[in-house]
Nanobody
Framework: QVHVVDSGGGSVQAGGSLRLSCATSGYILRSYSMGWFRQAPAKEREGVASIDRSTVSTYYADSVKGRFTISMDNAKSTVYLQMDNLKPEDTAVYYC???WGAGARLNGRAYAYWGQGTQVTVSS
């Protein structure tokens, strides 16, 4: 069973920062690509950022480029999403997910395992 647990959400004012964490296992980080997705009320799920299992390639949605950074700490078996300069439109439930192998990028259908989600609320 694939273990993916996301956390770190909260409420901040516009311009603030949050760091989301996704705890998993070392095996998962070596074998799976990891991604962050979000879903706001009445909106479709959106791919936010992903990192290839080799940790060489990262991908970002245009809406977060320059503000969000995905990273991986192999020693802690954790993937992070650093979110800076947050905007009210970033408000959503954020999910960490794992996709076998490489190439999943921001295609949510390629991800088989999902965390339970963590709420991020940005006020203006």
């Amino acid at each position: 069973q694939v273990h993916v647990v996301d956390s770190g959400g909260g409420s901040v004012q516009a311009g603030g920062s949050l760091r989301l964490s996704c705890a998993t296992s070392g095996y998962i980080l070596r074998s799976y690509s990891m991604g962050w997705f979000r879903q706001a009320p009445a909106k479709e799920r959106e791919g936010v950022a992903s990192i290839d299992r080799s940790t060489v390639s990262t991908y970002y949605a245009d809406s977060v480029k320059g503000r969000f950074t995905i990273s991986m700490d192999n020693a802690k078996s954790t993937v992070y999403l650093q979110m800076d300069n947050l905007k009210p439109e970033d408000t959503a439930v954020y999910y960490c997910a794992a996709a076998w192998g490489a190439g999943a990028r921001l295609n949510g259908r390629a991800y088989a395992y999902w965390g339970q989600g963590t709420q991020v609320t940005v006020s203006s």
